[in-house]
């Protein structure tokens, strides 16, 4: 004989077989009247038809976890504009970070620069972060966040505790850069500011013609001080600009 009876509800059960409590988030209210309001009018956010954005619709994602999602592909998005790959299939989240990213120029300035060493830092931290996950749940957040493709339903619970951890991980991310920019801002405050650096003292010529004329005089005269035989030159030369120019009048008389 069949099952009599209403059949049962479907869910993560107990060893004994008690249907566990539903812990997922609802979506709030004003954000599910913001999703239906902007279909209407057809200028819905291209990242609700995604598949987060449909795990998301579905309540089968958290809005913490389908943000983290969202986040995973504008790092990959920016980080492979900026070394000019492009995926064949990618998320809207990813062509967001893609578009983002800017691009390189033959000048470039400080502020490109600094853009550049954010997405480097970012990917690299993110890659870093995944390397501690199995490869197969690695491989399923990319296909998920990045190529916007379907997982398996046997991989999202496993998805969905990494991209709680990864939120973690941002945010904790966050605040250490804010923490290290206040530090930043304090060092170089009005208060803290750098000593004014004197400038420097231009490069002295040297008068070899007076240095030769003074070693030959120590060692003529070793008991005269180096300011008597200073003195003496300034003389020996005033004496030899007065000779040549007694020369030169007699020339020209």
């Known amino acids: 004989m069949g099952h009599r009876g209403r059949p049962p509800k ?29 279909a209407e009018e057809g200028y ?13 619709y579905h309540r089968e994602l958290t809005s913490g976890e389908a943000g983290t999602a969202f986040h995973i592909a504008e790092i990959y998005g920016r980080f492979e504009a900026q070394h000019g790959t492009r995926r064949t299939t990618r998320s809207p989240s990813y062509e967001t970070g893609f578009s983002s990213a ?20 970012a990917w690299r931290a993110l890659q870093d972060e995944l390397k501690e996950y199995p490869r197969w749940v690695r491989g399923a957040i990319e296909t998920l966040c990045v190529d916007d493709g379907a997982i398996s339903s046997l991989y999202l619970g496993d998805v969905r505790r990494v991209l709680a951890k990864l939120a973690m991980f941002f945010r904790s ?16 405050g009005p208060e803290h500011r750098a000593a004014p650096v004197p400038p420097a003292e231009p490069a002295r010529r040297v008068d070899r013609d007076k240095e030769a004329w003074l070693a030959v005089q120590r060692k003529l005269r070793p008991d005269l001080e180096d300011r ?26």
């Open 44 to 56: 819905a956010d291209a990242r609700l038809a995604s598949q987060v954005g449909r795990l998301l």
């Open 173 to 188: 991310r966050r605040s250490k850069k804010s923490r290290r920019r206040r530090v930043s801002l304090m060092v170089v």
């Open 228 to 253: 008597q035989l200073a003195e003496a030159y300034e003389i020996f030369v005033a004496l030899k600009a007065r000779a040549q120019f007694n020369d030169s009048k007699q020339t020209h008389c």
């Open 10 to 38: 479907a869910g993560d059960r107990y060893p004994g077989g008690q249907l566990k409590p539903d812990t997922r988030e609802p979506l709030a209210p004003a954000l599910l009247r913001r999703i239906f309001r902007a």
């Open 102 to 121: 800017g691009r390189a120029t033959a000048l470039l300035t400080s502020e490109d620069i600094e853009r550049i060493q954010a997405i480097e830092a």
